[in-house]
């Protein structure tokens, strides 16, 4: 072979080689969607596998992220928490998505925790949750306790001088580790024992005639009472129109409610419901122009004047963006990159603010009180000065006031103990330890 012809057999080397690398660096960046089509969780996840859809959408007719397009891989886990591991593993493994975006009740978020943990993926979780943990490759962008419970008990007792407490929720550990929040905190406050109760009731409950029979009796002790709910998925409905049923207004024992945004109202008749309450960061009603441009964008993608935003909702609108700019910032995909990038990473919200990104991967949120209107929008009653930080771990359990979280080098802990100097268990191993 003479030397021109190796000469022209290497530059065609050369040339498939670039061709090559070229098409490699157009792959898409695949984003995994890990939210319930089906079952008791449907009537709230369903609209978050559709934000995401729309803003992957927007974010390609950007010109996609470091001219990379995104492309959606959405799965149905169906409101069974044991398979939301097996999605997630499906998602990382076969599907070699690049980040996950997904998840609402915290055990499902518990059942996926091992997964993410051990695959180094990435999990943007977009609700509120009860706290008391920090995984490296966890982002919360839905509220902490002190970023949503706290407030909102302060609010009913400040504003509508509340002395009587119904702590209402669905039977899995998001209510119950909330509800051992604020009972603490009442108490510190001074509430005797005698004047909160408490009730749980499984997911999908639907006969709540003896428990609401029960609320009015508790409410009818000459003390202002209300009821803090944690109830979630579509045990809302019955749950609400019970209340009509037994003529509990809003003036009589007030509702507020931590799971319950337009979504789930959007699904029954809010007259009898009018005035009472919810404690958000988003209502659609807020009055900003980033909040009507992202919901004439999302009535205009769904095709549909009635169509509703919701709070979690806005926490994927802001995670996603965080995640658009640290991989921009990383000049990579890569999981590692992109979690030292976006950390600081600030981005605007609906409310007309910004939302940080903080060292314990959770999020600064404003905190919002808003009531129900008869159109089944929420008039926003009482707000924050300014954004508030979320706390992976409370002030008001004992074994959880000395731990820090911080996953920025030397520390790179979620659960540091700052009396005896040593770090836990990783979520994930926590998770594991507690579901045996």
């Not at 409101?79 to 998505?97: G, I, Q, T, Y």
């Not at 059942?111 to 919360?140: A, D, I, K, T």
């Not at 979690?312 to 590692?336: L, Q, R, S, W």
């Not at 600030?346 to 409310?351: G, R």
Request: proline share 4%; net charge negative; charged share 20%.
């Amino acid at each position: 072979m003479s030397i021109k012809k190796h000469v022209k057999l290497g530059l065609s080397a050369l040339a498939l080689s670039v061709s090559f690398h070229a098409l490699a660096a157009e792959d898409p960046i695949k984003v995994g969607i890990l939210h319930s089509l089906s079952g008791t969780m449907a009537i709230s996840e369903t609209a978050l596998k559709d934000t995401m859809e729309m803003l992957i959408e927007q974010q390609n007719e950007k010109g996609g992220i470091n001219g990379r397009q995104l492309e959606a891989v959405v799965v149905d886990p169906a409101s069974n928490w044991p398979l939301f591991a097996e999605k997630a593993r499906e998602l990382l493994e076969k599907e070699k998505v690049d980040v996950i975006f997904g998840n609402w009740t915290s055990v499902s978020r518990k059942s996926v925790l091992p997964v993410v943990e051990e695959l180094n993926g990435l999990l943007f979780y977009p609700v509120q949750y009860e706290g008391e943990e920090s995984s490296e490759n966890v982002f919360y962008t839905g509220a902490a306790p002190n970023q949503q419970a706290i407030p909102a008990v302060d609010y009913l007792k400040n504003e509508l001088g509340v002395e009587r407490w119904v702590l209402a929720g669905t039977d899995y550990v998001y209510p119950r580790t909330t509800n051992k929040i604020l009972e603490t905190y009442l108490k510190d406050m001074g509430v005797a024992e005698g004047d909160i109760m408490i009730n749980y009731t499984p997911f999908g409950h639907s006969d709540w005639q003896s428990i609401v029979s029960d609320i009015k009796k508790f409410g009818s002790a000459g003390k202002k009472t209300a009821v803090v709910s944690t109830i979630n998925g579509d045990a809302n409905v019955p749950f609400y129109r019970e209340l009509g049923n037994q003529g509990i207004s809003s003036s009589d024992i007030p509702v507020v409610a931590f799971s319950v945004g337009e979504q789930e109202l959007a699904g029954i008749d809010t007259g009898p419901l009018v005035g009472h309450l919810a404690a958000w960061n988003y209502f659609m009603s807020v009055d900003s122009d980033a909040n009507y441009d992202f919901i004439d964008a999302w009535i205009e993608y769904k095709g549909d004047e009635k169509a509703v935003t919701n709070d979690p909702m806005e926490a994927h609108y802001i995670g996603f963006n965080m995640y658009v700019e640290a991989v921009e910032k990383a000049g990579t995909t890569d999981v590692d990159a992109v979690k030292d990038a976006i950390i600081g990473v600030s981005v605007p919200n609906l409310t007309g603010g910004y939302a940080t990104m903080m060292p314990n991967h959770h999020i600064t949120k404003p905190v919002l009180i808003g009531e129900i209107q008869d159109n089944g929008q929420f008039s926003v009653v009482w707000e924050t000065s300014s954004t508030v930080a979320g706390d992976a771990w409370s002030d008001f359990l004992p074994g959880s006031r000395d731990l820090i979280s911080d996953w920025r080098a030397p520390l790179k802990c979620g659960n540091f103990n700052v009396k005896s100097g040593t770090c836990g268990a990783s979520a994930g191993e926590q998770a594991l330890a507690d579901a045996e």
